[in-house]
């Protein structure tokens, strides 16, 4: 059974920082290229970032380039993504997603239920 669990999540003023964490488990977990994605009350869910099996390549959304950096530990099955100089505008319920593909239109075939990010101005 294939379980992805996010934890990280919380309660941020503008400006600062959070590190959300994916645990992965039920998987070959090096097989994987993994992603992150957002959800806004209102808002169809949208990519943030992605990492390739090895860790190496990544692509990250315009809209948190430069901010977030998304890596992993393959030894812990766990995917991070690192959030400085948080918007109010990232607030959102944040996934993990795996896929055995990589790039935009990678097909994602586990994910997680997500975590709360709110970003208070």
């Known amino acids: 059974q294939v379980q992805l669990v996010e934890s990280g999540g919380g309660l941020v003023q503008a400006g600062g920082s959070l590190e959300l964490t994916c645990t992965v488990s039920?998987?070959?977990?090096?097989?994987?290229?993994m992603g992150w994605f957002r959800q806004a009350p209102g808002k169809e869910r949208e990519f943030v970032a992605t990492?390739?099996?090895?860790?190496?390549?990544?692509v990250y959304a315009d809209s948190v380039e430069g901010r977030f950096t998304i890596s992993r530990d393959n030894a812990k099955n766990t995917v991070y993504l690192q959030m400085n100089s948080l918007k109010p505008e990232d607030t959102a319920v944040y996934s993990c997603a795996a896929t055995r593909d990589f790039g935009l239109s990678a097909m994602y075939e586990h994910w997680g239920p997500g975590t709360q990010v709110t970003v208070s101005s």
């Open positions: 039920g998987l070959t977990f090096g097989d994987y290229a």
């Open positions: 990492v390739t099996w090895s860790g190496r390549r990544t």
